[in-house]
């Protein structure tokens, strides 16, 4: 069974669009996290949520709007979407021992 | 400010020998500190933690880390490195056991 699932895998958008970003977790963690990593491959945190609550919110553009509807699920809305928001989105769980567990990212390209 | 650095952009060894991923942190208070692996095109995969306890950490596939308080650093190390191996590695530091600050990354290359 997959631990931190997201769909869809690419994504492929032109300017100005705006798209979504869905994970699931089925670890039974409480705190959720989104992450992007750019094209030199560092990673950033965007925002994390902790049952259901928003807990960090990194200094993220407004056009970015994290949703929790219950623990399991976080998703990422993305409004009027640019060219520097290509990148790759990694969404990730922690429980009580800290480690996070990530999904298998969502490969963002906007042209 | 938290802040982790990993020195090496990326490290060369022969398969067989021992291998080193170095990484110094920057934090305030006691620090959560971790390895992650990356293959190409796949997610981060947890690969060990020191949270408290003994400085030397085991972790998966071999590889074991060592905690210096005193050089504020955290290495990655495995005595004998294997081509599957290869990979980007990156260390990161959590402040208060939630966000992962992270390294810039360190590839590692294993030749046969």
């Known amino acids: 069974d997959t631990a931190v699932s997201q769909t869809p895998k690419y994504l492929v958008t032109q300017m100005g669009n705006d798209k979504s970003i869905k994970c699931e977790q089925n670890?039974?963690?409480?705190?959720m996290y989104w992450y992007k990593q750019d094209s030199k491959k560092f990673l950033k945190i965007m925002f994390s949520?902790?049952?259901?609550?928003?807990?960090i919110n990194e200094t993220v553009p407004n056009r970015f709007s994290p949703k929790s509807p219950d623990k399991a699920h976080l998703n990422l809305h993305i409004n009027s979407l640019e060219l520097g928001d290509s990148a790759v989105y990694f969404c990730?769980?922690?429980?009580?021992?800290?480690?996070?567990?990530f999904g298998p990212g969502t490969r963002l390209t906007v042209t | 400010a938290q802040s982790v650095a990993q020195p090496e952009d990326q490290v060369n060894v022969a398969e067989g020998n021992p291998l080193t991923v170095k990484c110094t942190y920057s934090v305030s208070g006691n620090p959560y500190l971790f390895w992650y692996v990356q293959y190409p095109n796949r997610g981060l995969q947890f690969l060990l933690k020191y949270i408290t306890g003994d400085n030397l950490v085991k972790g998966s596939y071999g590889f074991e880390a060592e905690f210096n308080k005193s050089q504020t650093s955290f290495h990655l190390k495995k005595p004998s490195a294997l081509v599957s191996d290869s990979a980007l590695y990156f260390c990161?530091?959590?402040?208060?056991?939630?966000?992962?600050?992270f390294g810039a990354g360190t590839i590692l290359r294993v030749k046969s």
């Open positions: 949520y902790n049952n259901k609550e928003l807990i």
């Open positions: 990730a769980s922690s429980g009580v021992h800290y480690e996070q567990y």
């Open positions: 990161a530091v959590s402040p208060y056991g939630n966000k992962l600050v």
């Open positions: 670890l039974g963690h409480d705190t």
